[in-house]
């Protein structure tokens, strides 16, 4: 369930209409809901209660500073991939204490952040990640607290670009080399490794492909226990898939009654990552009918947003389900909703069954709470959009639309053109 719905025949979120925000905010803007935010974050930590667990909400899923700080209230940690989305974990008042810092390319810098703050742990992904990572430890003497990624070998069976389970994935490590891992980081005194991590992929629907990455992680959790290495947190990573159109993916506490069964003997403490199933149908996408057209094969609809507002529907075809935000009586007809932006990839829905629109109209994108703004881009110099943040009765813009300037003041001339 989700708090966008509609009113006397206009969409609201919570208590508050689409129309009015736009009035004041224009178009395409993001719209996320609070109430369901805390929601899904409530159902899906409480499905975990049972044994030791810390979910570290996945920034990279939408990284808005008053999102991050929506959730520090309710409890939940960070799971980072960058220095800038440790940056903003930090700022919103999540302590260090609850921060995972994963991914397969950290800079130096990034390391050095990462241990001078005392962040839980790193997510190391490589054997040469993890002597750098001893190295950089042992120059700031700074004890370097670490899990293992393991590369399962695992089939997640979702779309490819977001699958990264499979050997020929460049994530994580594989699960023959992870016991010489440990073992090479017994040599630098500042290396603690206190976990294994795994990641297998994103929107996935079925409880499976967990299962058996679970079983694998198991034994080589054994595997060290016996050789004396003292684990403390399995990290498994996030992954839990949403409903964008008709996809059944299991809920939040079947997908913990299966963790929990299978770990619950191994005295660890989980850590959780999810993203898109806390924040996905927590957002959407206004946008603006500009033009309506047909070209005798196709009927169009070329809407203010575009590719660069949310990438999703070009780069993994991914459907997105759109609503007009005024309920319409007209008849329903087949249409393309396409963007300005000068690319055939630049699409929301095609041949969508939808009602008929006509310039001026109104309509929203669901399920657009994650993975939207974050991966918008400036291309074509269009600013991106605004966020907004509903709770309730009221609402707060939570970034204010960019405009050309702000585009085009990190830009400049070189200066000894000027004299020509
Ligand atoms: N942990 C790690 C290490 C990850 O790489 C990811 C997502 C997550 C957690 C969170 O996964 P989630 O619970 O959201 O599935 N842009 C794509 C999704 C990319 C996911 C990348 N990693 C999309 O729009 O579908």
């Known amino acids: 369930m989700h708090y966008f719905g509609y009113k006397k025949g206009v969409l609201f979120c919570e208590n ?21 935010i805390r929601r899904h974050y409530k159902i899906f930590s409480d499905s975990f209660k049972e044994i030791p667990s810390l979910v570290c909400y996945s ?50 810098e990034e390391i050095k952040m990462g241990l001078e703050k005392g962040i839980l742990m790193f997510n190391v992904e490589s054997l040469e990640e993890l002597q750098v990572l001893g190295e950089i430890a042992k120059e700031l003497k700074k004890m370097a607290y670490f899990a293992l990624r393991v590369n399962p070998n695992v089939d997640s069976k979702t779309h490819p670009y977001i699958a990264t389970g499979l050997r020929r994935s460049k994530f994580g490590i594989p699960e023959d080399l992870i016991i010489e891992a440990y073992k090479i980081s017994l040599k630098n005194p500042y290396l603690k490794g206190i976990g294994l991590d795994v990641h297998i992929g ?17 034994n080589l959790w054994q595997e060290l226990i016996q050789l004396g290495f003292e684990l403390k947190y399995l990290d498994m990573g996030g992954g839990l898939g949403i409903v964008y159109e008709n996809e059944e993916p299991p809920l939040p506490q079947e997908y913990a009654e299966i963790i929990i069964r299978e770990v619950k003997d191994l005295g660890a403490t989980l850590i959780l990552e999810p993203g898109r199933v806390i924040v996905g149908n927590a957002g959407i996408l206004v946008t603006k009918v500009l033009y309506t057209k047909s070209n005798l094969e196709r009927n169009f609809v070329v809407v203010d947003a575009g590719m660069n507002d949310l990438i999703r529907p070009a780069l993994y075809q991914a459907y997105h389900k759109i609503v007009p935000v005024e309920e319409k009586e007209e008849k329903e007809v087949i249409i393309d909703v396409v963007g300005p932006i000068c690319e055939s990839g630049d699409f929301f829905a095609r041949e969508r069954k939808l009602p008929l629109l006509k310039r001026g109209d109104l309509i929203a994108i669901m399920s657009a709470g994650a993975y939207g703004f974050v991966m918008s881009s400036n291309y074509n110099s269009r600013p991106r959009p605004a966020e907004v943040l509903v709770d309730g009765e009221e609402f707060y813009i939570i970034r204010r639309r960019e405009n050309i300037e702000d585009l085009l003041n990190l830009e400049s001339i070189p200066h000894a053109w000027n004299s020509s």
Not at 21 to 33: A, H, Q, W
Not at 202 to 218: A, C, D, G, M, W
């Open 59 to 108: 920034v990279k899923a939408n990284s808005n500073i008053a999102i991050l700080a929506l959730l520090k209230k309710l409890g939940a940690g960070a799971d980072v991939v960058s220095g800038g989305e440790l940056k903003r974990a930090l700022k919103a008042g999540i302590s260090p204490q609850k921060i995972v810092f994963s991914g397969v390319g950290k800079t130096e």
């Open 16 to 36: 508050v209409s689409v129309l009015d925000i736009v009035k004041e905010v224009g178009t395409p803007v993001y719209i996320y809901s609070a109430k369901t």
């Open 202 to 218: 994103s929107q996935l629907t079925s409880v499976e492909p967990f299962i058996e990455t679970i079983k694998r992680l198991k």
